[in-house]
């Protein structure tokens, strides 16, 4: 196959595991070379990398519907987005208004402003990124699990394998995967 062949066929695996998770098929768009694989929720949109195409099949597969099983949270992503975007404007926002409340041209107005900015946003960096982290990583664990309903669950795990012999995907990914194939054979 040829680059645009190879193009259609991720673009035909993408329809067709949206078809069978009925979901809105996501658009795929091809980037720069060394991209990793990343949904847009916002555009729905994967985008890939065009190093993916020289990769072999299995682990292409996989990774559309991983990326496709990340469209079936398109809801999530987008309220996480909007909650970490309302964190930040409320951060930089909050100071000044109590700012402008309370100035009352005492050299000390601004600092307490600004003091209150930086434990704001000392707060939001220690427990929203580690909560989001948290998030992410549970959005990630259920991805593989769709894609292991799409491409089975052993495919699922070669892959997962392959790509973590590389340290593509988080090691959480692959050990929250065994856990679960081995729940599977002990029920
Ligand atoms: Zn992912």
Redesign the pocket.
């Known amino acids: 196959m040829n680059v645009p062949e190879k193009e259609e066929y991720v673009r035909a695996l993408t329809r067709n595991f949206a078809a069978a998770l009925h979901i809105r098929e996501p658009s795929v768009r091809f980037v720069k070379i060394s991209a990793s694989?990343n949904?847009d929720p916002l555009r729905n949109r994967i985008e890939l990398g065009y190093a993916i195409l020289t990769l072999p099949s299995l682990i292409v597969r996989v990774t559309i519907a991983?990326?496709v099983g990340?469209a079936t949270q398109r809801k999530a992503l987008l309220l996480d987005l909007a909650a970490d975007g309302l964190c930040k404007m409320l951060i930089i926002a909050v100071p000044w208004i109590v700012y402008g409340w309370t100035a009352r041209d005492k050299p000390w107005d601004i600092v307490i402003s600004a003091t209150a900015f930086v434990l704001a946003y000392g707060t939001y960096i220690c427990t929203a990124r580690a909560a989001r982290t948290k998030q992410a990583i549970a959005?990630?664990v259920k991805?593989d699990e769709i894609a292991a309903i799409l491409c089975g669950s052993h495919s699922t795990l070669r892959a997962l394998e392959t790509l973590s012999t590389f340290s593509l995907i988080r090691p959480e990914r692959l050990e929250a995967f065994r856990a679960r194939l081995a729940q599977e054979r002990s029920t």
């Open positions: 694989p949904y991983h990326e990340h959005l990630e991805a």
